[in-house]
C-alpha cells in the first residue's frame, strides 16, 4: 500500500541526557509544521579501491550515518503570558535558552556553553524516523504581506526506521497567527530609526556538524554568525545617513514587535547591527532601500538577537 505524503508528523522534546531518546509524544510534544523535508539517512563513506583485473566499481563503506529534517514553524506566542510556547524546544535545540516570568514573557536567548540537544520523531504515514541528539539553526521571517515564520534545520544522529503506527496528536497549543503588515506589526526600528520597511529576514547561521570520531559520534554546534538583509523607505540623509554607517561600520540596535493582544505578541531585539551594502530598490514607485544585516553581540556577549513572548 502506498504511503500518503500528506500523514506526516513530527514530535519534539528536549532530551535530559545527550543522545538518550527522550521519547516524546503526540499528546505534549507535537509541532505543527509546514515545509516538511526530512533526508532520513545522510552517509560519510570511503571506498575500498581495490586492484582488480577487470572494471567496476569498488564497495564504498560507510564511516558514519545520519539524518536531517528541515521546516518551517509560525511564530506566534503561546497565548498566555508567561506561558513558554509550544515551539520553544526546537529554539532551545539551536543554542538559544528559555527564561520564563511567570504571568510576565518568555525570553528567549543565545547562549554558548551547556547546549542542549532534541529527540526528534518524523513519522511519515506509519514509517518512524527518529533523530536522536539533534541540534540545528533557525531563520526568521517577517515580511510585509506573510505569516511571520521560522525556518528550522537540524541534523542528528540516525535511527533504525521502523514501522509505528502515527500518535494521536495535540496542536491546541499552536495559536493562528496574525499577518504581518502595519496593524499588527509595530514599532520597527533600525539604527535609532522608526522604518517603514517590506522585508525582514534574520538567519541565526549556527555552524552544526555531525562529528564521529573514535569515542564520540554527536552532533556539535560550534559558532553561530548571525546576519539578514531589510528592505525600508528610504529616508532623507538628514533622518539617517545610511551610506555612512554602512562605510563606517556603525552598529545600531534593531526592535520590532509583531501582535497586538498581550500573551500573543512576540518582541524581537539585537542591541548591535551593522547594516553594509546599502542599495536602491522599487516598489510601487517607491524608493526602496535593500540592505545587509550582521548581527553582533553587545558588551555582555550572547545577546545578539533575544525574542520576547509577551
Same mark, same amino acid.
Given at each position: 500500500?502506498s504511503?500518503s505524503?500528506r500523514?506526516?508528523l513530527i514530535?519534539?522534546?528536549?532530551?535530559t541526557?545527550?543522545?538518550? $531518546?527522550?521519547?516524546p509524544?503526540g499528546?505534549?510534544?507535537?509541532?505543527?509544521?509546514s515545509?516538511?523535508?526530512? #533526508?532520513?539517512i545522510?552517509?560519510?563513506l570511503? %571506498?575500498r579501491d581495490l586492484?582488480?583485473?577487470?572494471?567496476?566499481?569498488?564497495?564504498?563503506?560507510?564511516?558514519? /550515518?545520519?539524518? !536531517?529534517?528541515?521546516?518551517?514553524v509560525e511564530l506566534?506566542?503561546?497565548?498566555?503570558l508567561g506561558?513558554?510556547p509550544?515551539?520553544?524546544?526546537?529554539l532551545?535545540? /539551536?543554542a538559544?535558552?528559555e527564561?520564563?516570568?511567570?504571568g510576565v514573557?518568555v525570553?528567549y536567548?543565545?547562549?554558548?556553553?551547556?547546549?542542549?540537544?532534541?529527540?526528534? &520523531?518524523?513519522?511519515?504515514?506509519?514509517?518512524?524516523h527518529?533523530l536522536?541528539?539533534?541540534r540545528? !539553526?533557525?531563520?526568521?521571517?517577517? $515580511?510585509? =504581506?506573510?505569516?511571520?515564520?521560522?525556518?528550522f534545520?537540524?541534523t542528528?544522529l540516525?535511527?533504525?526506521?521502523?514501522? #509505528?503506527?502515527?500518535p494521536?496528536?495535540?496542536f491546541?497549543?499552536?495559536? !493562528?497567527?496574525? @499577518?504581518?503588515?502595519?496593524?499588527n @506589526? !509595530?514599532?520597527? @526600528?533600525?539604527?535609532g530609526?522608526?522604518?517603514?520597511?517590506s522585508?525582514?529576514?534574520?538567519?541565526?547561521? /549556527?555552524?552544526?556538524?555531525h562529528r564521529?570520531?573514535? =569515542?564520540? $559520534?554527536?552532533?556539535?554546534l560550534?559558532d553561530r554568525k548571525?546576519a539578514? %538583509?531589510?528592505?525600508?523607505?528610504m529616508?532623507?540623509i538628514a533622518?539617517?545617513?545610511w551610506?555612512?554607517?554602512a562605510?563606517?561600520?556603525?552598529?545600531g540596535?534593531l526592535s520590532i514587535?509583531?501582535?497586538i493582544?498581550?500573551? &500573543?505578541?512576540v518582541?524581537?531585539d539585537?542591541?548591535a547591527?551593522?547594516? %553594509?551594502?546599502?542599495?536602491y530598490?522599487?516598489e510601487?514607485?517607491v524608493?526602496?532601500?535593500?540592505?545587509g544585516?550582521?548581527?553582533v553581540?553587545g558588551s555582555?556577549?550572547?545577546?545578539e538577537? @533575544?525574542?520576547? /513572548?509577551?
Amino acid at each position: 500500500m502506498s504511503l500518503s505524503n500528506r500523514k506526516r508528523l513530527i514530535l519534539a522534546k528536549i532530551e535530559t541526557t545527550y543522545g538518550t $531518546d527522550s521519547t516524546p509524544t503526540g499528546a505534549a510534544n507535537a509541532i505543527l509544521v509546514s515545509d516538511l523535508k526530512i #533526508t532520513p539517512i545522510e552517509s560519510q563513506l570511503v %571506498s575500498r579501491d581495490l586492484i582488480r583485473p577487470y572494471f567496476g566499481n569498488s564497495e564504498q563503506l560507510a564511516v558514519a /550515518c545520519y539524518a !536531517t529534517v528541515g521546516f518551517s514553524v509560525e511564530l506566534q506566542a503561546s497565548g498566555t503570558l508567561g506561558t513558554a510556547p509550544k515551539w520553544g524546544p526546537l529554539l532551545r535545540g /539551536c543554542a538559544f535558552n528559555e527564561t520564563i516570568s511567570a504571568g510576565v514573557s518568555v525570553v528567549y536567548a543565545p547562549v554558548s556553553n551547556a547546549l542542549e540537544s532534541l529527540s526528534i &520523531y518524523v513519522n511519515v504515514d506509519g514509517v518512524l524516523h527518529k533523530l536522536l541528539g539533534s541540534r540545528g !539553526t533557525v531563520s526568521f521571517n517577517l $515580511d510585509a =504581506g506573510g505569516i511571520p515564520k521560522m525556518q528550522f534545520q537540524f541534523t542528528g544522529l540516525f535511527a533504525p526506521v521502523t514501522d #509505528t503506527a502515527a500518535p494521536t496528536v495535540d496542536f491546541s497549543g499552536f495559536k !493562528t497567527p496574525l @499577518t504581518v503588515n502595519s496593524q499588527n @506589526t !509595530t514599532a520597527y @526600528t533600525l539604527h535609532g530609526v522608526s522604518a517603514v520597511y517590506s522585508k525582514l529576514s534574520i538567519d541565526m547561521a /549556527c555552524d552544526v556538524k555531525h562529528r564521529t570520531v573514535v =569515542g564520540a $559520534d554527536l552532533v556539535v554546534l560550534t559558532d553561530r554568525k548571525p546576519a539578514g %538583509s531589510t528592505s525600508i523607505e528610504m529616508t532623507s540623509i538628514a533622518t539617517k545617513d545610511w551610506f555612512t554607517a554602512a562605510k563606517l561600520g556603525t552598529t545600531g540596535a534593531l526592535s520590532i514587535t509583531h501582535g497586538i493582544t498581550a500573551g &500573543y505578541k512576540v518582541k524581537v531585539d539585537a542591541p548591535a547591527v551593522q547594516i %553594509s551594502k546599502p542599495d536602491y530598490g522599487d516598489e510601487d514607485n517607491v524608493v526602496m532601500l535593500n540592505m545587509g544585516l550582521a548581527f553582533v553581540p553587545g558588551s555582555s556577549g550572547n545577546d545578539e538577537l @533575544t525574542i520576547t /513572548c509577551q
